[in-house]
C-alpha cells in the first residue's frame, strides 16, 4: 500500500518569501502525486498533479513541485509568497489503474507573516 | 463552473442520534467518494462508488456507518447512532471515473459536531 509523509506540520514565512513545502511517499509501484489546498471550513481544490513525463510541475497560484524518483519526494515550491496562500496544504498519492484509491498525507499549514 | 454540493454545512448532535449527509457530484461524474478528515489530519476514505457500487468501503465503520448511491448520482452518508469521535470534516468528491486520471472535486463539505 502506499503512503505520504509531510513532515513539516506548519510552515511560517513572511510574505514575499520563497517557501517549499515537502512531501515524501512510499510505495513499491509507480505512482501519481498530488497537491491540494484547503482555505479554512472549505474543501480541498487541486493545486498540481504529477502522471508522469517532465519532472517539474506548473500549478495553480504559481506554484510548481518537482517529482523526484530517486528520494521519493514531491516537495512543493513557491518563489515569493503572498497573504492570500495561507492555508493548509496536502500531499496526495494514489496507484494508477483500478479504482486509483488516493492516500493523503497529514497536511501542512503554511501561514504567511505581514 | 460546476460544483460538488454538499448539505448540511454544519450539523450539532447529540450522541446516539442519527444523522445524514447529502452529496450532488458534478453531472457526468462516474465515481463518488466519501471522506472522514478528523481536525488536523488528512482526508480518509470511507466509501467509493463507481456508478451506484459500491468499489471501496474497508475503511467504512459499518456498524454505524452506511452510504448509498441508489441511481448513480447523488449520495446520501448516515450515521446511526453517533458517537463523539464522529466530530470531523465529512467530504464529497467527483471524477469522472474508472480509467481517468482526471482531477478530484471537493465539495466544501459538512462539518459534524457530536456532544
Known amino acids: 500500500a502506499q503512503s505520504v509523509t509531510q513532515l513539516d506540520s506548519q510552515v511560517p514565512v513572511f510574505e514575499e518569501a520563497p517557501v517549499e513545502l515537502r512531501c515524501n511517499y512510499s510505495s513499491s509501484v509507480s505512482v501519481y502525486l498530488f497537491w491540494y489546498v484547503q482555505y479554512p471550513n472549505q474543501g480541498l481544490q487541486l493545486l498540481l498533479k504529477?502522471?508522469?513525463?517532465?519532472?517539474l510541475v506548473k500549478g495553480i497560484n504559481g506554484f510548481e513541485a518537482e517529482f523526484n524518483k530517486s528520494q521519493t519526494s514531491f516537495h512543493l515550491r513557491k518563489p515569493s509568497v503572498h497573504i492570500s496562500d495561507t492555508a493548509e496544504y496536502f500531499c496526495?498519492?494514489?496507484?494508477?489503474?483500478?479504482?486509483?484509491?488516493?492516500?493523503f498525507g497529514t497536511g501542512t499549514k503554511l501561514q504567511v507573516i505581514p | 463552473e460546476a460544483e460538488v454540493a454538499q448539505s448540511p454545512r454544519y450539523k450539532i448532535t447529540e450522541k446516539s442520534q442519527a444523522v445524514a449527509f447529502w452529496c450532488d457530484p458534478i453531472s457526468g461524474h462516474a465515481t463518488l467518494y466519501w471522506y472522514r478528515q478528523i481536525l488536523g489530519q488528512g482526508p480518509e476514505l470511507l466509501v467509493q462508488f463507481q456508478d451506484e457500487s459500491v468499489v471501496d468501503d474497508s475503511q467504512l465503520p459499518k456498524d454505524r456507518f452506511s452510504a448509498e448511491r441508489l441511481k448513480g448520482v447523488d449520495s446520501t452518508l448516515k450515521i446511526q447512532p453517533a458517537e463523539l469521535g464522529d466530530s470531523a470534516m465529512y467530504l464529497c468528491a467527483s471524477n469522472l471515473g474508472l480509467g481517468f486520471t482526471d482531477t478530484q472535486y471537493f465539495g466544501p463539505g459538512t462539518r459534524l459536531t457530536v456532544l
Open positions: 504529477y502522471l508522469s513525463g517532465s519532472t
Open positions: 496526495a498519492v494514489s496507484v494508477p489503474g483500478g479504482y486509483q484509491k488516493v492516500t
